[in-house]
Nanobody
Framework: QVQLVESGGGTVQAGGSLRLSCAVS????????MGWFRQAPGKERECVVV????????YYADSVKGRFAISSDNAKNTVYLQMNSLKPEDTAVYYC????????????????????WGQGTQVTVSS
């Protein structure tokens, strides 16, 4: 049974920082694709950053490049999303997601290829 538990959301002023955590149980991080996605009210869930497996190259959405960074602690089986220089348009519910295995090419960006999802954590950026 794979479970993802997120933490770290909150409210921050524009220009501030937050770090989200996603604790993974049931799988080894190097065996699975991981991603952070977000969904703002009235919008579709969108990809923020994905990795084919934890430790491989990260692929970021253009809107967050240079501001967000994914990292991991294999000893804790936890993946992080460091978010800096936050903007009001970053306001959304953020979800971590894991694939059943590694994902390659265009599949790594698509929500339907992720089998496991965290409960979501709200990030609100005020102007």
């Amino acid at each position: 049974q794979v479970q993802l538990v997120e933490s770290g959301g909150g409210t921050v002023q524009a220009g501030g920082s937050l770090r989200l955590s996603c604790a993974v149980s049931g799988r080894i991080l190097s065996d699975i694709a991981m991603g952070w996605f977000r969904q703002a009210p009235g919008k579709e869930r969108e990809c923020v950053v994905v990795v084919s497996w934890v430790g491989s190259n990260a692929y970021y959405a253009d809107s967050v490049k240079g501001r967000f960074a994914i990292s991991s602690d294999n000893a804790k089986n936890t993946v992080y999303l460091q978010m800096n220089s936050l903007k009001p348009e970053d306001t959304a519910v953020y979800y971590c997601a894991a694939g059943r295995g590694r994902l390659y090419g265009s599949t790594r960006y698509r929500t339907e290829y992720y089998d496991y999802w965290g409960q979501g954590t709200q990030v609100t950026v005020s102007s």
